[in-house]
C-alpha cells in the first residue's frame, strides 16, 4: 500500500468487505497508511456495517458510505460519514441541504428508516448465529460433494454472512437455475448469451474451469437452520441430475 502512494495521490478507497466472495480487507491499518501520508480515505462498508463492527475511528477512515437496504433499511436511502474538517465538492448546487453538501429535500421517511435501522444494527449478536448457520451450509456441502466443492474468499477473515462456492466443472448460472426458491446469485455475468468469469475471481487468479462455477449464498439475520438444510438437500439433487 504504502509503495502505491504517490505525491499525486489525494484518495485513497477501499471497501470494507468484498460483496462477492466476503474477503474483509485491513481497512485500519490502510487508513493509519493513508493518515501517515496525509491523504483522505474512504471506504465502502454497504456489505459490512451490521454484519461486522464499523466504527470510523476505529477503522481509522475519513470517509464512509452504508447502503440503507443493506441493513434491512428501506431501498433508496445511504448515507455518507466525513470526518469533521474534510471538505467535499458539492453534489448538487444551489441549495444548503445536507451542509451544504446536496441541494434538494430529504425524505424524512428515508432517514428515519435508515436511522432505526442503523440502531437495530448496533447488536451484532446475531451475526454469531448467522456464521453458525453459514459455517454448516459449507459442512454440508463439503460433506456431499468432497473436493468438488471449493471455498472461494479466506477462510477466516471474511464476513459472517456470505460462503461463496465453486461447483467444479459446473456452470454457476445453470447451477443457480434448477435452485427454485433459493435467493442467491453467481459471480458470473451473463451478456448476451456469453458467460464470463467473475473479475474478482479472476482477480485473485481463480482457474476458469473453478471459477465459472462460482454461486454466492447470502444469510439474513432470519434465515434459519430449516432454510439451510433445505438448500444443502436441493443443490444435491440438482447436481446430481446435472452428471
Known amino acids: ?13 477501499v471497501m470494507h468487505a468484498n460483496n462477492e466472495v466476503g474477503t474483509v480487507q485491513p481497512i485500519a491499518e490502510i487508513g493509519r497508511i493513508a493518515r501517515e501520508h496525509d491523504v483522505l480515505f474512504h471506504s465502502d462498508a454497504a456489505q ?21 437496504h443493506r441493513l ?7 448515507a455518507l460519514y466525513d470526518r469533521r474538517g474534510v471538505e467535499l465538492e458539492p453534489l448538487i448546487h444551489d441549495a444548503g441541504h445536507e451542509g451544504g453538501r446536496r441541494a434538494g429535500t430529504e425524505s424524512a421517511l428515508l432517514a ?11 447488536d451484532l449478536a446475531p451475526m454469531a448465529r448467522v456464521r453458525a448457520l453459514r459455517d454448516r451450509l459449507w459442512r454440508d456441502l463439503q460433506r456431499h460433494f468432497g473436493d468438488r466443492v471449493i471455498l472461494n474468499g479466506h477462510p477466516d477473515r471474511r464476513l459472517p454472512n456470505t460462503l461463496n462456492v465453486s461447483f467444479v466443472g459446473r456452470i454457476g448460472a445453470e447451477t443457480l437455475a434448477g435452485l427454485h426458491g ?5 459471480g458470473s455475468a451473463c451478456h448476451a448469451g456469453r458467460i464470463e468469469l467473475s473479475p474478482v475471481l479472476a482477480a485473485k487468479g481463480v482457474p476458469l474451469e473453478i471459477g465459472m462455477g462460482a454461486v454466492r449464498f447470502s444469510l439474513g439475520r432470519y434465515t434459519t437452520a430449516d432454510e439451510i438444510d433445505a438448500v444443502g438437500e436441493r443443490l444435491s439433487h440438482v ?3 446435472a452428471a
Open 72 to 78: 434491512y433499511a428501506p431501498k433508496g436511502v445511504s
Open 48 to 68: 459490512s456495517a451490521g454484519k461486522i463492527p464499523t466504527n470510523v475511528d476505529e477503522l481509522w477512515v475519513d470517509l464512509l458510505t452504508i447502503a440503507g
Open 1 to 13: 500500500m504504502r509503495g502505491a502512494i504517490t505525491p499525486r495521490t489525494i484518495l485513497i478507497s
Open 239 to 241: 447436481l446430481a441430475n
Open 112 to 122: 428515519v428508516g435508515l436511522g432505526a435501522a442503523c440502531a437495530l444494527a448496533q
Open 182 to 186: 433459493v435467493a442467491a446469485s453467481t
